[in-house]
């Protein structure tokens, strides 16, 4: 797979989450999962980032082991604001299929590199 697609996915996410986080503290006061998603949803592209220079594969498959869980996680928080009336439908159905992108992405990736 191409390191840089999961670069460039994982660090517009990280964007709209950037965004998501802005809209969860002006709209609704909300400042404990706002910051909880704004930290998972961001560590992502720095894992895959902090990934491009690792020591070694051992190292580069650790970090993005761990982008795995964060993306997994994000996607805890995006369900608990939906099912929170934080978001709307629509505000989720938006962002789900890039989070479910990259934690395809993101699988595919560890199991590609143990694989060799």
Known sequence: MDNSILREKSFHFALRIIKLSQYLQQEHKEYI????????GTAIGALV?????????????????????EAN??????????????????MFKSIDPQIKELLKLLVSSTKTIKAQ
């Not at 999962?33 to 998972?40: E, H, P, T, Y």
């Not at 980032?49 to 869980?69: C, P, V």
Request: net charge neutral; aromatic share 10%; proline share 0%.
């Open 33 to 40: 999962l706002s910051k909880q998603i704004l930290r998972s």
């Open 49 to 69: 980032r902090e990934a491009q220079y690792a020591q070694s594969k051992a190292d580069f498959l650790h970090k993005l082991i761990i982008a795995l869980k």
């Open 73 to 90: 996680e994000t996607e805890y928080w995006l369900l608990l604001l939906v099912e929170s009336n934080y978001i709307t439908d629509a």
